[in-house]
């Protein structure tokens, strides 16, 4: 080891020349394949047409990425030198980049290149088959163009529906998959079983558990018999509803009842609608049990030592579960939280099956706005514009998370 | 509460004894109750679903609806593994094509995936905790961001109406990769040294010592992996075009449209795409529930 080290000065120098080639190679060959050009098979006839594509419209944006890649080989150059002398070191590097290699080449093609290509389009006009054309921020402007023109409320209307229900499947998601978990872990029988059974909603696809309730929401469908039947034994007349295509929303609802009216141009003081709570409904069908079974983990995870020390001081259960269990479950509670919201905020299976955003736009979600954005459902495809959509939505859910990370965290330093 | 007589102990005691039997007693039959009854929950459209899957077409259209069906109709099962939608799709293709994803994807993560969880808990390299702490970011960032581009890009690869659409990008997974790294990170290093004082390589130590020991973990992300591949539906929807590349979950989504009120077929279509899973469910559900479990915890 030491002989070689002495002569290390030059050993390493053209390693350190290859590993920069091959790096500035494969991130430039990456954002060659993600660069804002028009797409569609005739730009692909061949390699020209598609490098002459190229310079038309992303020369900045292959000059930045060229920029950062020179940078970053640079510094893996500088490190393939400095290990190479040392045989331990240099084997643990090589073997280290060829074991990552796959993960690390598809994911700088399939998340960092495509995101980096959509940041580039949401400020394009953009259809896949003509140019991108700057337009700078407009895309962004026109997704809050809602609140001064009430014909292009989409994106605030979809924003303003997934907020209501993230608002109300997160946290009656939690508080029954918490319920469910302590349930299972007192000590009962057939314990495996009941687990088992509680679960499976969460195996099957939700297309398959979606259409199983469009079925059972239908107007002569299950859902209206049974509470048909049920509040005809209570004595109360009650007269079928097609679940997924009643518009009026909760606190229209409530209004009405009181004699009231809510315009539909104040259609944001009308509250979710039954449909979207039908929908609201099933999504917490299919999630509750993952969160169950995360939470049975986590309560299996706690030290019995803890529960004993708490009985021999006299605690009674609700004392327990408030003082031992609850502040050993707040990690867990803000994992299912934030998870929660990330998918709530992302709803579109349900949507697309179920009710295509209807009725009156109470079920539009903005994943499904950006899907038929994107591929021109309801008009021109507006790509760049569906882009921008998406990075508004992540920066929403980024804010969310972010905000629910830190209230929930509060306090627990002292645990 | 300080009892000063013997003579009211003993009753006392006797009482209070005899009321908490039959308070454990209540108490554990209202929890087997619920537990019964959100079992049944669970279970209610499953079971709806398949009477449903049985009846003629006139029976699942008819109000009040009955619970049992009059005759069980098991031909309607038939009728739709015979489904024809032209230019190659038929019932048999669609499972064949489900299948065939969801094992590739699930046996490419478990093998990147194991690679890459062993270079990110055995190996020390400048640069391993950067990468690591990039892949952390990346399980932050929400689908919607990369769905419009990866669309563009797979029109650019011309992969549209391929599978390669689908397995490309899902070779590795930043979750698969998080789960096995944390799992190799509980294995115990005392026997790795010895095989490299024995002089061998990192392949063999990766192959020999950690691959055998890992194998639940290994064996949770292909069978979450699997599910995840079975029952995903927008990526499918956005690439695959033609019905002899649909996937089951696609072509449910169209025979919803082509069968309209015939609610007996689409509803066996939703059986044959749920079963194949929930039997590998109950077969592994250890796996699925440790993984869920363990995804959880270490999270």
Known sequence: MENKKTNSNQQGTVPAIIAFVGVVFIIVVIALLNAPTMGGARVMASVKTYFSEVRATAMPFMAVITILAIIGGFFIAREVKKVWPDE????????????????????????????????????NKYDIFTRPEWIGLDNYKEAFAGFTDSTKRDFLQALYNVLWYAAIVVPVQTIL????????????????????????PSVTSSVVITLIFIWLYLKNGYLNFFLQSVLGWVGIDFTPIAWLGDPRGLIQLIVEAFGGEIPSSQWYFRGPSIAWMAIMFQNIFTTVPTFMIMYLAALQDI????????????????????????????????????????????????????????PLKTSLTPVYLIFTEALGVNGP??????????????????????????????????? | MTVTTKDNITPIKVKSH?????????????????????????????????LGTVKTDQEILSYPPKFLPEVWRW??????????????????????????????????????GSMAAFAFSRLKFAGRDAVFNFMLA????????????????????????????????????????????????????????????????????????????????????????????????MQPLLYLNTPDKYVLNVALSIFQQQYKSQWNLTLVGAMFNAIPVLILFFIFSRYYIEGVAYAGIKG
């Open chain 1, 381 to 415: 495809i507006t790509m760049g514009y569906a882009s921008a959509l998406a990075f508004i939505l992540a920066a929403i859910i980024f804010a969310l998370t972010f905000l629910q990370r830190r209230i929930l965290t509060k306090g627990t330093e002292m645990y």
């Open chain 2, 138 to 233: 990346t399980m932050m960032i929400p689908g919607a961001v990369t769905l419009i581009p990866a669309y563009v890009l797979m029109t650019k690869l011309q992969l549209i109406n391929s599978f390669w659409s689908l397995i490309l990008p899902g070779l590795v997974s930043a979750g698969s990769i998080f789960t096995l790294t944390s799992f190799f990170r509980s294995i115990p290093v005392d026997l790795e040294e010895a095989a490299i004082i024995d002089g061998a390589t990192y392949m063999q130590i990766f192959r020999t010592v950690i691959l055998p020991l890992a194998k639940p973990a290994i064996l949770t992300v292909l069978i979450l992996q699997f599910q995840s591949m079975w029952n995903s539906f």
């Open chain 2, 18 to 50: 005899s009321q908490a039997v039959t308070e454990n007693v209540i108490k554990a039959f209202f929890r087997y109750l619920l537990l019964i009854a959100i079992g049944l929950i669970m279970l209610l459209p499953f079971i709806m679903a398949f």
């Open chain 2, 75 to 112: 031909d309607n099962w038939a009728r739709v593994w015979n489904t024809d939608l032209g230019a190659g799709g038929t019932f048999p293709r669609w499972l064949f094509n489900t299948a065939f994803l969801s094992v590739t994807v699930a046996v490419a993560q478990a093998a990147f």
């Open chain 1, 303 to 358: 030290n019995p030592a803890l529960y004993e020390a708490a009985s021999i001081e006299g605690a009674n259960k609700r004392d327990v579960f408030k003082k031992v269990t609850r502040p050993l479950l707040k990690p867990i509670t803000m994992m299912i939280v934030v998870l929660g919201t990330i998918g709530t905020l992302q709803v579109f299976d349900q949507v697309y099956l179920a009710t295509s955003g209807g």
């Open chain 1, 177 to 200: 998959a918490l319920r469910m978990a302590t349930l299972l872990n007192a000590p009962v029988k057939f314990k495996q079983f009941f687990r088992t059974v509680f679960y499976a």
């Open chain 1, 88 to 123: 331990r070191k240099r084997k643990e590097f090589l073997t280290g980049y060829a074991f990552l290699a796959p993960y690390l080449i598809v994911t700088l093609t399939f998340t960092v290149g495509v995101i980096l290509f959509a940041l580039y389009i949401s400020f």
